[in-house]
């Protein structure tokens, strides 16, 4: 999917929402969110446990139909109905590695099945063409050809993830949407992981959006970062700005539970504490849906929904109060 003149973001998100209706309730899984992604770069994803990031991330995909917005993909809306071969040109371009690489593989294919199943999808390769694909994308990913026979039950989990991270590179993407490639492996198998990616990346010229729970996990790969809460987007901002000066209370309180890798900043590191549980997305707080974990709420937070400004060139917030906060928050961390 590439125009003759590529816009320079590959991926826009505007005002997307995605509700899922049940008999008497709404889930506003994603409420209105926006962001954009350049071409090349990362933005990462992150917020607690049902904040909405996976569903944003397949509803981009349309793995889910979106209940209103605009996706904008490569410079064209993609959002409504696309005709057979345009939603073909984007299953190709635009691909997902999945959380669980124990799950996501089928146990009774091979390694080599596993990883050609796109290419039969999308190019006409002869035997011997796919063969030497397969084995050309195990060697990208770390994997010897002896790989190829094996089953994804004799893989450990990184081995297992570098077969997902095959198998979305086997059709030629130029997106994937990461949706916590690492969260179900071993600390030190993460790091291999994420490095892979960002090689990948250099190498392919791909773009990603990076979904984890886990601030610490995106700061590596991410150009950008973008933090949830309940559905909405309250703060995105470039990597390094966000970790040195977060302006909402949420994303500082994330920031603040991280552990430092100076030992004398994690002997005195306080760590902010939210109160109560995350509410539920069903009936979500009025105004904004952080102010009853927030330290900082006052009146106009239950009365006036937040909306996400550009508090700095490229740093947006949604918080009535980031103007009075933003010194206290990052000293906060
Ligand atoms: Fe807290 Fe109010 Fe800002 Fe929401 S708008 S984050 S409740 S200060």
């Known amino acids: 999917m590439t125009n003759k003149s590529q816009p320079t973001n590959l991926v826009e998100v505007k005002n997307l929402s995605k509700f899922f209706y049940q008999r008497r309730s709404v889930v506003k899984a994603v409420d209105d969110v ?3 992604i350049p071409r090349g770069e990362t933005l990462g994803l992150v ?3 049902g904040c909405g990031k996976t569903t944003c991330g397949r509803t981009l995909l349309k793995l889910y139909p979106a209940t209103s917005g605009q996706i904008i993909y490569d410079g064209k809306d993609v959002t409504g109905n696309l005709s057979r071969r345009e939603l073909k040109a984007f299953k190709k371009s635009a691909q997902v590695i999945f959380q669980d ?3 996501s593989l089928d146990p009774r294919m091979t390694i080599a099945e596993i990883v050609a199943e796109g290419i039969d999808v999308h190019f006409s390769y002869s035997h011997k063409q796919k063969h030497d694909k397969v084995t050309e994308l195990l060697a990208a990913v770390g994997l010897t050809e002896e790989f190829a026979n094996r089953f994804a039950h004799e893989l450990s989990g990184g081995q297992r993830q570098r077969v997902g991270i095959a198998r979305a590179l086997a059709v030629d993407p130029d997106f994937i949407v990461c949706d916590e490639p690492i969260s179900a492996l071993d600390v030190s198998i993460q790091a291999q992981i994420v490095n892979l990616l960002i090689r990948l990346q250099k190498e392919r010229n791909l773009t990603y959006l990076f979904i984890s729970h886990d601030l610490s996990m995106v700061k590596h790969i991410s150009d950008r970062i ?3 809460y309940l559905g909405s987007l309250v703060e995105l901002a470039p990597s390094l700005e966000m970790f040195e000066k977060p302006l909402h209370p949420y994303t500082s309180a994330l920031l603040s539970a991280i552990p430092s890798a100076d030992p004398e900043h994690e002997r005195t590191r306080e760590r902010i504490r939210l109160p109560g549980e995350v509410p ?4 979500p707080p009025s105004g904004c849906k952080f102010r009853t974990r927030c ?3 006052i009146d106009l937070c239950a009365a006036e929904v937040p909306t996400l400004d550009e508090a700095k060139s490229g740093h947006f917030v949604a918080c009535h109060r ?6 206290a928050l990052g000293e906060a961390i």
């Open 34 to 36: 926006s962001f954009y």
């Open 47 to 49: 917020g607690e446990s």
């Open 101 to 103: 690489p124990y799950s």
């Open 226 to 228: 973008g933090v949830m």
């Open 280 to 283: 539920s997305a069903m009936d």
């Open 295 to 297: 330290h900082y709420a």
């Open 322 to 327: 980031w103007k009075e906060l933003a010194g």
